[in-house]
């Protein structure tokens, strides 16, 4: 984007119509994710982020449909690259063994050096105005894991083994964060943590998993 405008500026004249720029989508979030950090969640309006991040309400909208959208759509992608990883398993190691690899794959593809990705899970987790739709986006996480297990089990993914690891896994998942929250730099460095608190875990599955099918999950049949 070249040049910035103030809230109560019009824009369209400096940018030719079509999809918006990266930079400044970007541009947006970084401003949005301080001034929610700085004033919460919902005392920062939309106004007050147009503002900072130079462009006016009209190109905000272009952009984010809502505030909300700033935190839910980098969760959502987060979500769905988790889905991505997990149907790409060919099937030859423990299934439970890719879903702690897969999550944690994830994970380091969603950080960023400048930590706005533990910001936003910080936003998210405590802001009251997103408590209504935390749970609908966490329930797709946990899905993905379900779904997962469900193809290496043959099984339907809302039966009670698939729904029972993917919940857990999820609640595990959301605990290292929630850790993670006081820490003054978090980085991709942090990352051999999460994937040694889901060891224990994901072998207690693994050895359920293995109890009911006969091995099979172990031996990478599908």
């Not at 987060?78 to 398993?89: F, G, I, R, V």
């Not at 608190?197 to 998993?209: A, K, R």
Request: net charge negative; charged share 25%; hydrophobic share 40%.
């Amino acid at each position: 984007m070249t040049g910035r405008q103030g809230v109560s500026g019009d824009d369209s004249g400096r940018r030719p119509r079509g999809r918006p720029s990266a930079s400044s989508r970007a541009e947006i979030e970084r401003a949005a994710i301080r001034l929610f950090l700085a004033h919460g969640y919902a005392d920062a309006t939309v106004a007050m982020i147009a503002g900072a991040s130079g462009v006016s309400r009209t190109t905000f909208f272009r952009y984010y449909h809502s505030k909300a959208e700033i935190i839910w759509a980098a969760f959502d992608r987060h979500t769905q690259h988790l889905h991505m990883l997990l149907e790409a398993d060919p099937g030859t190691e423990p299934a439970m063994t890719v879903v702690r690899r897969c999550v944690v794959e994830a994970l380091r593809d969603s950080a960023d050096d400048e930590g706005i990705w533990m910001k936003r899970f910080q936003i998210l987790d405590s802001s009251p105005d997103l408590r209504s739709e935390e749970s609908a986006h966490w329930i797709s996480w946990a899905a993905a894991i379900a779904e997962h297990v469900a193809r290496r089990t043959a099984t339907d993914p809302r039966s009670v083994v698939p729904q029972s690891i993917g919940g857990a896994v999820q609640a595990a998942f959301l605990a290292v964060l929630r850790s993670w929250i006081a820490v003054p730099a978090p980085s991709a460095a942090l990352l051999p943590e999460l994937d040694e608190e889901l060891v224990p875990l994901c072998d207690l599955f693994q050895g359920w998993l293995d109890g009911r099918n006969g091995n099979s999950t172990s031996l990478g049949s599908t």
